[in-house]
C-alpha cells in the first residue's frame, strides 16, 4: 500500500510538472513534501493526492524559488526574500537584500546563496544571518543567467544564448569565470550530478538534454 501511495504522489508531482512546463515564467521547487511554485507570485502546494494551496505571498513578478531547512528563498523582482516555512500556513518573513537586476533563480549551499540575475551574471550573498543577509560578489556573464546550480566550488550558469558558464566561487566575494561551452540551443537551466552537467534548451527541443562531461571540462558528450 506504501509503494502505491507514493506512486500516485509521484504521479501527481508528474502531472504537475507537466502543467508547469507549459507556463511562462514558472518555477518550482520540491521539498519536505511541498512544492514551491514561483509564477508571477510566490506560494506553497502540498503534494498529497489532492493538491492544496496552503500558503501564498509575495507581491511582484517571482520566477525563482529555492527551500532549504523551513527556509524559502524567492526572488521577488531584483529583491531576495527569506522565509520561515516551518509553518506553511502562516510564513513569516525573516529578511531580505536588494540584488543588482531581476532574480532568475537561485541556488543555496551553506552560507551561501547564488542568484542568477539577468543581464548581470551570478550574484552571491551571505545568508548566515536570515534575517540580515549580505550581498557579497559578482560575476557578470556575456548572455542572459537563467539558472544556476551549485556544486562544490563550482557555479554552473545556464547563460541563455551564451551557453554555459563555469564559474569558481571558492572565494564568495570574488567569484571568476573558469570556463565556458557554447550549447548548440539557449541554455533555459542546468543540473549537474557528479562528473556531468546536463544544460536544457527548450527553444533546441523541450525535451532535449546534452551531457557535459566535467572531469575535464567543457567537453560534450551528446546523448541518444
Known amino acids: 500500500m506504501k509503494d502505491q501511495r507514493e506512486q500516485k504522489k509521484i504521479g501527481t508531482i508528474c502531472k504537475l510538472f507537466r502543467v508547469l512546463l507549459c507556463m511562462a515564467f514558472t518555477i518550482f521547487f520540491v521539498a519536505n513534501g511541498l512544492i514551491y511554485t514561483a509564477v508571477e507570485r510566490s506560494g506553497i502546494l502540498g503534494t498529497g493526492e489532492h493538491l492544496t494551496e496552503v500558503g501564498v505571498w509575495g507581491d511582484g513578478l517571482s520566477c525563482a524559488a529555492f527551500a532549504q531547512y523551513n527556509r524559502l528563498y524567492m526572488g521577488s523582482g531584483r529583491t531576495m526574500i527569506i522565509h520561515d516555512t516551518s509553518i506553511p500556513t502562516a510564513p513569516q518573513k525573516m529578511g531580505s537584500v536588494t540584488l543588482n537586476t531581476f532574480i532568475y533563480s537561485i541556488y543555496v549551499s551553506g552560507d551561501y546563496a547564488y542568484a542568477a540575475i539577468w543581464d548581470k551574471g551570478l550574484q552571491v550573498v551571505d545568508v ?38 563555469i564559474i569558481d566561487v571558492s572565494n564568495p566575494s570574488a567569484p571568476t569565470e573558469v570556463g565556458c561551452l557554447d550549447t548548440p540551443g539557449q541554455a533555459w537551466g542546468v543540473c549537474v550530478s557528479g562528473n556531468y552537467a546536463y544544460p536544457e534548451f527548450p527553444s533546441y527541443l523541450r525535451t532535449h538534454l546534452e551531457m557535459i562531461s566535467m572531469k575535464s571540462f567543457p567537453s560534450l558528450l551528446s546523448l541518444p
Open 128 to 165: 548566515s544571518d536570515p534575517y540580515h543577509p549580505q550581498v557579497l560578489g559578482i560575476c557578470d556573464t556575456p548572455g542572459i543567467a537563467r539558472e544556476v546550480y551549485v556544486q562544490g566550488i563550482y557555479a554552473y550558469v545556464a547563460d541563455y544564448d551564451k551557453g554555459l558558464r
